[in-house]
């Protein structure tokens, strides 16, 4: 399996900051990375797939990068309905596809 | 817009076969994939496989063993069946769709919690 590690596992900010949360695969996933938000007793909602590429109604302060095995999301100005768990996901490879333990979001 | 609602029952008993069914409307249900995911707090967010809408699957070979899917295109609906559960199969689960392998489900529905327990 593609084991994806998410870091940090927790973070504290204020509304305005600007944050990156990171994820790194443990094998090539070329861009096939996904990010997801989710908030308390919510399904996952897709950001960003193909580690760049915005979903139709996502607030362009979200973005995304990296290839291969280091990708990134960064906020690039915290809103109060950011804080939140994100995770990363990869679906380059679909035996199986797997997922980041998350990283919360935190208000300071 | 398309939905997806997980329905089944919250409580299965060890041993037994877990048996959960994602209805969808508002969308097609040809020519996309269909998923089961599940979350616990102690492994995270899990992929536990997929149905196309003509019956092809793929299982996360962790779960390969016990993992049965199917879909009923007359009901627009796909359904999971997970046998011999253990306390460790306690999970939200929650049922999504992929337009194709190569995205990520970009639709779930709401999840629905499956304790197991005697």
């Known amino acids: 399996d593609v084991q994806m590690t998410q870091s940090p596992s927790t973070l504290s900010a204020s509304v305005g900051d600007r944050v990156t949360i990171t994820c790194r695969a443990s094998q090539s996933v070329t861009s096939s990375l996904a990010w997801y938000q989710q908030k308390p007793g919510k399904a996952p909602k897709l950001l960003i797939h193909d580690a760049s590429s915005l979903e139709s109604g996502v607030p362009s302060r979200f973005s995304g990068s990296g290839s291969e095995t280091e990708f990134t999301l960064t906020i690039s100005s915290l809103q109060p309905e950011d804080f939140a768990t994100y995770y990363c996901?990869?679906?380059?490879?679909?035996?199986?596809?797997?997922f980041g333990q998350g990283t919360k979001l935190e208000i300071k | 817009q398309v939905q997806l609602q997980e329905s089944g029952p919250g409580l299965v008993k060890p041993s037994e076969t877990l048996s959960l069914t994602c209805t969808v409307s508002?969308?097609?249900?040809?020519?996309?994939?269909w998923t089961w995911i599940r979350q616990t707090p102690g492994k995270g967010l899990e992929w536990i496989g997929f149905i196309y809408y003509n019956g092809f699957t793929r299982y996360n070979p962790s779960l390969n063993s016990r993992v049965t899917m199917s879909v009923d295109r007359t009901k627009n609906q796909f359904s999971l069946k997970l046998s011999s559960v253990t306390a460790a199969d306690t999970a939200v689960y929650y049922c999504?769709?992929?337009?194709?392998?190569?995205?990520?489900?970009?639709?779930w529905g709401q999840g629905t919690l499956v304790t197991v327990s005697s």
């Open positions: 996901q990869q679906y380059d490879d679909y035996s199986p596809y797997t």
């Open positions: 508002g969308g097609s249900f040809t020519n996309y994939y």
């Open positions: 999504a769709r992929q337009t194709s392998t190569l995205v990520p489900p970009d639709h």
